[in-house]
T-cell receptor, first 114, second 115 residues
Framework: AQSVSQHNHHVILSEAASLELGCNYSYGGTVNLFWYVQYPGQHLQLLLKYFSGDPLVKGIKGFEAEFIKSKFSFNLRKPSVQWSDTAEYFCAVTSSGGYQKVTFGIGTKLQVIP | ETGVTQSPTHLIKTRGQQVTLRCSSQSGHNTVSWYQQALGQGPQFIFQYYREEENGRGNFPPRFSGLQFPNYSSELNVNALELDDSALYLC??????????????FGEGSRLTVL
């Protein structure tokens, strides 16, 4: 069975600070990896995903993530956060070739202080 | 806005009762999935429906059941409610069930409280 671990459950940063949220997954086969974000009062939405090709993927709002297969990791990064990035971030995985059963991590609440 | 709508947004039930939650998928999407998100947890996959049939199920008991209608809208039914069923129930739609890296489009959820 696949699983996802997110290391930081609550992160507080000042505006302009750099962000890195850790994510590790457990699965023996080929995977697809996602970061979803939930802004306050809004629905979950896709930030970025990796399924093949360049392991460094770029998403919306200046976010990027790097898939490191040897480390089973898919960390999310942003060089300079803004107050509007305050949200909850979920790392998620599906297995390639399977149906769309998405396994989510526990989530990381990011609070950006102006 | 994703175009995925869920109802009701909030509801309170007592233990042992039954509940039905509804979801209208985004236009053009034929696949609907349901997730349970308990407080402080990530969403957990309940099941997926495609063309009115369940084609994938997570680790949930049979008292969690669903339906998908010809217009691709869906219902989640939970019988014999337990206190631990209190959670946010999320519906997600996608255009192609065979694409495992397909983006899911989520509704805002139905928050169920079981007393």
């Amino acid at each position: 069975a696949q699983s996802v671990s997110q290391h930081n459950h609550h992160v507080i940063l000042s505006e302009a600070a750099s962000l890195e949220l850790g994510c590790n997954y457990s699965y023996g086969g080929t995977v697809n990896l996602f970061w979803y974000v939930q802004y306050p009062g809004q629905h979950l939405q896709l930030l970025l995903k990796y399924f093949s090709g360049d392991p460094l993927v770029k998403g919306i709002k200046g976010f990027e993530a790097e898939f490191i297969k040897s480390k089973f990791s898919f960390n999310l990064r942003k060089p300079s956060v803004q107050w509007s990035d305050t949200a909850e971030y979920f790392c998620a995985v599906t297995s390639s070739g399977g149906y769309q059963k998405v396994t989510f991590g526990i989530g990381t609440k990011l609070q950006v202080i102006p | 806005e994703t175009g995925v709508t869920q109802s009701p947004t909030h509801l309170i039930k007592t233990r042992g009762q039954q509940v039905t939650l509804r979801c209208s998928s985004q236009s053009g999407h034929n696949t609907v999935s349901w997730y349970q998100q308990a407080l402080g947890q990530g969403p957990q996959f309940i099941f997926q429906y495609y063309r009115e049939e369940e084609n994938g199920r997570g680790n949930f008991p049979p008292r969690f059941s669903g339906l998908q209608f010809p217009n691709y809208s869906s219902e989640l039914n939970v019988n014999a409610l337990e206190l631990d069923d209190s959670a946010l129930y999320l519906c997600a739609s996608s255009p192609n069930r065979r694409v495992s890296h397909e983006e899911l489009f989520f509704g805002e959820g139905s928050r169920l409280t079981v007393l």
